[in-house]
Nanobody, 123 residues
Framework: QVQLVESGGGLVQAGGSLRLSCAAS????????MGWFRQAPGKEREFVAY????????YYADSVKGRFAISRDNAKNTVYLQMNSLKPEDTAVYYC????????????????WGQGTQVTVSS
């Protein structure tokens, strides 16, 4: 069992930065690949970034590539999403999720989810 709690969301102006954190409970955190997803009002949940259990492999949605960076600290049971050059279209609730199935952009293939943190980017 893994419980996930996101933090770090907020209101930021376009061009600004935020760092999201996802703290995990459970001794098996380091065996899970971790993903970040986001969901804007009226839209489906979409993949943002993924990091493998070791941290050696990362993947990004095209819309955030070059602006966002995912990382993890297994000693702290935490995964991060550094978001730079934020745009109004990045406004959404951001979720972290855990999966043992390897890299996937499909939400229902993730076993555990956090409650989400709101990110609002003003123009």
């Amino acid at each position: 069992q893994v419980q996930l709690v996101e933090s770090g969301g907020g209101l930021v102006q376009a061009g600004g930065s935020l760092r999201l954190s996802c703290a995990a409970s459970g001794r098996t955190f380091s065996s899970y690949g971790m993903g970040w997803f986001r969901q804007a009002p009226g839209k489906e949940r979409e993949f943002v970034a993924y990091i493998s259990w070791s941290g050696d492999n990362t993947y990004y949605a095209d819309s955030v590539k070059g602006r966002f960076a995912i990382s993890r600290d297994n000693a702290k049971n935490t995964v991060y999403l550094q978001m730079n050059s934020l745009k109004p279209e990045d406004t959404a609730v951001y979720y972290c999720a855990a999966s043992k199935l390897g890299f996937t952009t499909t939400p229902h293939l993730y076993h555990y989810w956090g409650q989400g943190t709101q990110v609002t980017v003003s123009s």
